[in-house]
């Protein structure tokens, strides 16, 4: 059972345009939430979180605009760049000190110039 | 910054051989570290979670005999795969995070390939 989900599974964009990656997860005890971006080759580097206490974190061009009371949470990624083509995987941890983060199956974007 | 080492980088071994791969944390103390397998399907596996003065957590369909690991102080830890078969291919990474903090931070990866 996934009990953190990604859609969809892959996404295009053109170059400046805003692209929008969902997440919805199961367990009510997650309450932390972070999302990944991996380059082919490497592993996933952090690359911006927010907790269950917030509904929204702003980091640049990267938002994350959340629903605890739906479960669900969405990168938004503004003025994409080609340089943002790789895959996001949203994670979920339920707590501070297990540090045990599930991730989701991930969104591979492609930016086009 | 938080960094995570990993190497190799990159291994191949002949099946039913074993091998092992080591993660260093720089510039934060990890007081806990999560093994995951990267499959080509992309999911990430939680093999492991391991955290500083309590015991070694392994998920399910993962054991100690098969995947052991020692995380001896807050900056290293190794895991090892015997008797590695085909179904053990792929990216193992190693998370390491700090009690206290959310942050979980990952290294490159050691790319298993099994002959």
């Known amino acids: 059972q996934q009990q953190v989900r990604q859609s969809p599974q892959s996404l295009t964009v053109w170059e400046g345009e805003t692209a929008i990656l969902n997440c919805s997860y199961e367990?009510?005890?997650?309450?932390?939430f972070p999302w990944y971006q991996q380059f082919p080759g490497e592993g996933p580097a952090l690359l911006i979180s927010?907790?269950?206490?917030?509904d929204k974190k702003e980091d640049g061009r990267f938002t994350i605009f959340f629903n605890k009371r739906e479960k669900k949470l969405s990168l938004h990624i503004t003025d994409s760049q080609p340089g943002d083509s790789a895959t996001y995987f949203c994670?979920?941890?339920?707590?501070?000190?297990?540090?045990?983060?599930?991730f989701g199956t991930g969104t591979r974007l492609q930016v086009l110039p | 910054g938080a960094l995570v080492y990993q190497y190799p980088r990159r291994t191949i071994c002949k099946s039913g051989t074993s091998m092992r791969m080591e993660c260093q944390a720089v510039?934060?103390?990890?007081?806990?570290v999560a093994w995951y397998r990267q499959s080509p399907q992309k999911t990430f596996e939680l093999i492991a979670l391991?955290?500083?003065?309590?015991?070694?957590?392994?998920e399910q369909n993962f054991t100690q005999e098969k995947f052991p690991i020692s995380h001896p102080n807050l900056s290293f830890s190794s895991m090892t795969v015997l008797n590695a078969y085909l179904e053990d291919r792929g990216l193992y990474l190693c998370?390491?995070?700090?009690?206290?903090?959310?942050?979980?931070?990952f290294g490159p990866g050691t790319r298993l390939t099994v002959l």
């Open positions: 927010i907790r269950s206490v917030s």
């Open positions: 367990d009510s005890t997650f309450n932390y």
């Open positions: 510039g934060f103390q990890a007081t806990s």
């Open positions: 391991s955290t500083v003065n309590s015991a070694i957590k392994y």
């Open positions: 994670a979920a941890s339920p707590s501070s000190n297990t540090n045990k983060v599930v």
């Open positions: 998370g390491a995070g700090d009690w206290g903090t959310y942050e979980q931070y």
